[in-house]
T-cell receptor, first 115, second 114 residues
Framework: ETGVTQTPRHLVMGMTNKKSLKCEQH?????MYWYKQSAKKPLELMFV???????ENNSVPSRFSPECPNSSHLFLHLHTLQPEDSALYLC??????????????FGEGSWLTVV | AQSVAQPEDQVNVAEGNPLTVKCTYS??????LFWYVQYPNRGLQFLLK??????LVKGSYGFEAEFNKSQTSFHLKKPSALVSDSALYFC????????????FGKGTRLHILP
């Protein structure tokens, strides 16, 4: 149990589908993150939210749409994805801006396959 | 610019031998350094971090890391490797421009041979 829960753990979707990934943290943190992990590529930061406000969008295509309704929940809405978007999507949470020694904690990830 | 380098894609160690996974960093200001581990089909787990104080930091599962300012290194070590230590290890540094961002290395795959 990491304190960060991601659902679903596995998702297969067609290129015309709309689906969402969900993340929930029980650590009382103020920041939440989406990372993408592809085979043989470095870990890619996608989005950062602090106190529900988006503070980083790392040039992510608009077919990925994040939503952060409160500090405990984070969604990644997926629409018209491409096969190259197949990857492990990791959610993380952390204390947020204005804290020192910031440690972020990850969920178990959602394996996405686009067919 | 802040960065971390993990020079080895893979490290092989015999069970029971000491292990070292290398990491060097480049930051402006004081470095805040981290190690994470990823077991197969799992997310990243926090192992340990250095903020200030003793250069030798102890973490989970018997791992420790040595901060060396002159060599800008933060190598991960364990005195006696277990087969269950086989995993992907990530070194990371806090972005000095954004205290909520952590920059990860590309990872080193550790194989412990029985």
């Amino acid at each position: 149990e990491t304190g960060v829960t991601q659902t679903p753990r596995h998702l297969v979707m067609g290129m015309t589908n709309k689906k969402s990934l969900k993340c929930e943290q029980h650590l009382g943190h103020n920041a939440m993150y989406w990372y993408k992990q592809s085979a043989k590529k470095p870990l890619e930061l996608m989005f950062v939210y602090n106190f529900k406000e988006q503070t980083e969008n790392n040039s992510v295509p608009s077919r990925f749409s994040p939503e952060c309704p409160n500090s405990s929940h984070l969604f990644l809405h997926l629409h018209t994805l491409q096969p190259e978007d197949s990857a492990l999507y990791l959610c993380a949470s952390g204390p947020g801006q204005g804290t020192s020694g910031n440690t972020i904690y990850f969920g178990e990830g959602s394996w996405l396959t686009v067919v | 610019a802040q960065s971390v380098a993990q020079p080895e894609d893979q490290v092989n160690v015999a069970e029971g031998n000491p292990l070292t996974v290398k990491c060097t960093y480049s930051v402006s200001g004081n470095p805040y350094l981290f190690w994470y581990v990823q077991y197969p089909n799992r997310g990243l787990q926090f192992l340990l971090k250095y903020i200030t104080g003793d250069n030798l930091v102890k973490g989970s599962y018997g791992f420790e890391a040595e901060f060396n300012k002159s060599q800008t290194s933060f190598h991960l070590k364990k005195p006696s490797a277990l087969v269950s230590d086989s995993a992907l290890y990530f070194c990371a540094v806090r972005d000095s421009r954004r205290d909520d961002k952590i920059i990860f290395g590309k990872g080193t795959r550790l194989h412990i041979l029985p």
